[in-house]
């Protein structure tokens, strides 16, 4: 499975911003997704998760309310719908395949993973 983030780009803060994950190879329909995201000298930390249905989804407390996780089974795509922007939130994101149906916050459950995508959010 190849994973291509795309999405990303500078914005305001209070600005809002939606990221794509697209999948090729294979289907991702019964896999769960989740998004990570890495500051510069930082660890890459759970943002969302979502599961195979897009029935169950979690979030990171530092994004609860202002980030949405949502999946297109037909597209083979998982979106990041990223609002109330804050210049904490500058990192580079990646989205990820879970090894099995449900999405976790775990990035050892993750087995496949995009190249990242910037966010920068200016102040």
């Known amino acids: 499975v190849q994973l291509q983030a795309s999405g990303g780009g500078l914005v305001q803060a209070g600005g809002s911003l939606k990221l794509s994950c697209a999948a090729s190879?294979?289907?991702?329909?019964?896999?769960?997704m989740g998004w990570f995201r890495q500051a510069p000298g930082k660890e890459r930390d759970f943002v969302a998760a979502?599961?195979?249905?897009?029935?169950?989804?979690g979030y990171a407390d530092s994004v609860k309310g202002r980030f949405t996780i949502s999946r297109d089974r037909a597209k083979n795509t998982v979106y990041l719908q990223m609002t109330s922007l804050n210049p904490e939130d500058t990192a580079v994101y990646y989205c990820?395949?879970?090894?099995?149906?449900?999405?976790?916050?775990?990035?050892?459950?993750?087995?496949?993973w995009g190249q990242g995508t910037q966010v920068t959010v200016s102040s």
């Open positions: 979502i599961s195979w249905n897009g029935g169950s989804t």
């Open positions: 990820a395949a879970a090894g099995g149906s449900y999405g976790s916050n775990r990035k050892s459950d993750y087995r496949y």
């Open positions: 190879g294979r289907t991702i329909s019964n896999n769960g």
